[in-house]
C-alpha cells in the first residue's frame, strides 16, 4: 500500500481508487468532526488574524538544515560547519527500528549540534498503540543526548499512512503519556501539516485529546506558487505566517515556538530525484532567490523561530547534488546569507513595492526578481536605490558576492 520512492525520499502515491473510496469512508467521522471544528473555530482565528498582525519572535537560530542517512556524503559535516549551522534535523522512520544502530552512529557524529530528530510514522505503529510505545522508548533510550522530537510527519497526506487527523492525535497520545512517565527531559513537536492546508492545522489544535506540543512545527511548503511573493487564496507567504501564528497563539494545546521543519523547490531537469513533475521544478538560479526570500520574509514575519531547509544534501531539491557531491549555487547564497545575516533582529521592512527592502541593525537587504535577478545592473544602480532608502554605499549583489 506504501512504496516508498528512495529517488525522492518520500511514500509513492496511491493510485488504487478502490483503497482510496474505503479510507474515505473510514475516515468520514473524523472528517465530520474536522468540519464542525473549523465552522466553530474559524471566526476566532480570523478575529485573531486581524489583531495580531505581526509576531514577536526573535528568531536568533532561525537558520537550520535537515539531513539523512541515505543522502550523506564524504562532506556532509564539513559543509555545515562551513554554513555555520548550529540547528539540524535528522530522519528516523520507525519502520526501520532494526536498523536503529546503524542510525545511532550516523546521529553520534553531529552530536556537537543541536539535532531535532523527526519520527517518521508507518501504518504499522499508527494502528499498533503498544508497538508504537515499545518503540519510541526504544529510541528515546538509544538517543538519549537528542531532547527535541518531530511526533510524525505530513499527517494530511494519506500516502503517508495517517488517514485522518484524529488518527495522528491519537499517536502523539501514546508519545506525550510515554515522555510525561519516563522522558520528562525531551520536547515533543507537531502536528506537521504540510503546505497551505491550515484546516487540518485547526484541527490539530482544537480536540479534547490529551496533546501538548512543546513547539508547533508545519511543513510550509510554498514552490508550487514559485515565488514567496506569489498569492495562493490571497495569501501571500506572508500573510500564510501571520495566519499560522494566529491560529497557534489562540490554541491551549501548544507552545506559541512555530518551527517550520521542510520547504524547498523542486530543481528542474531532476527528475526522478525531484519530489514534482517537472511543471513545478525551477532552474538553480531562482531556487536560490526564492530561498533567499522565504527566509527574509521569515525574519520579517516575527512568527517563526526555525526554518530546516529540507534539507543539505539531495539531487532533486538540495544545496547539494548528493550524487556528485557537488554544490549547487544555493549552497552559497545559504551561507551568504547566514554570514550576513545570522543572530541580526530585522527592525522594519518594504514589501509591497518592487524592490523589497528589509532593514537589520547595521545592514539592509534589497531584493528584487524583476531587476537582481534577471540583468546585472551596474554598480550605479545599486547605487541610486541605495540612496533612495539612505543606506550608503551598496557593496555586495546578493547572488555573486
Known sequence: MFDWDHYSNQPSIIRDKKLKREIYKKTLFDTLKLLFINISFLPFVILNYFIKKRGEVDA???????ISLENETPTTYKRIKRLNIKNILIRFPLSKIKDIEKYKKFIEKYS?????????????????????????????????????????TTINRKKWAFFSVDEYLRFFEVAKKLRDEEFKNIKLIGSSVIDFEYHFTIRSLFNFYKVYYDRFSALLYVDRRGSPFNSQMGFDFYKKLQ??????????????????????????????????????????????????????????????????WHQLDAKGYGLVDHLEDEEYPAFLAYKTMVTLLKNKNMIKFDIESEIKVFEFED????????????????????????????????IYRWMTC
Open 60 to 66: 536568533t537560530e532561525i537558520f537550520c538544515i535537515g
Open 243 to 308: 495566519l499560522l501564528y494566529s491560529i497557534v497563539t489562540i490554541s491551549p494545546k501548544t507552545s506559541n515556538t512555530i518551527y517550520i521543519t521542510e520547504t524547498n523547490w523542486p530543481i528542474s531537469g531532476t527528475a526522478p530525484y525531484a519530489p514534482t513533475s517537472e511543471k513545478e521544478c525551477v532552474s538553480l538560479e531562482d531556487y536560490s532567490y526564492f530561498m533567499v526570500a522565504y527566509y527574509l520574509i521569515a525574519l520579517a514575519s516575527k512568527t517563526i523561530d526555525r526554518v530546516y
Open 112 to 152: 556537537e549540534f543541536e539535532i531535532l530528530i523527526n519520527l517518521i510514522q508507518d501504518r504499522n505503529h499508527i494502528l499498533d498503540k503498544e508497538l508504537l510505545k515499545k518503540d519510541l522508548k526504544t529510541v528515546f533510550t538509544a538517543f538519549e543526548k537528542v531532547k527535541e522530537y518531530q511526533i510524525g
Open 363 to 394: 545592514i539592509k537587504v534589497f531584493y528584487s526578481e524583476n531587476i537582481f535577478s534577471k540583468e546585472f545592473i551596474k554598480e550605479g544602480d545599486l547605487d541610486i536605490y541605495a540612496n533612495k532608502y539612505k543606506s550608503g554605499k551598496v
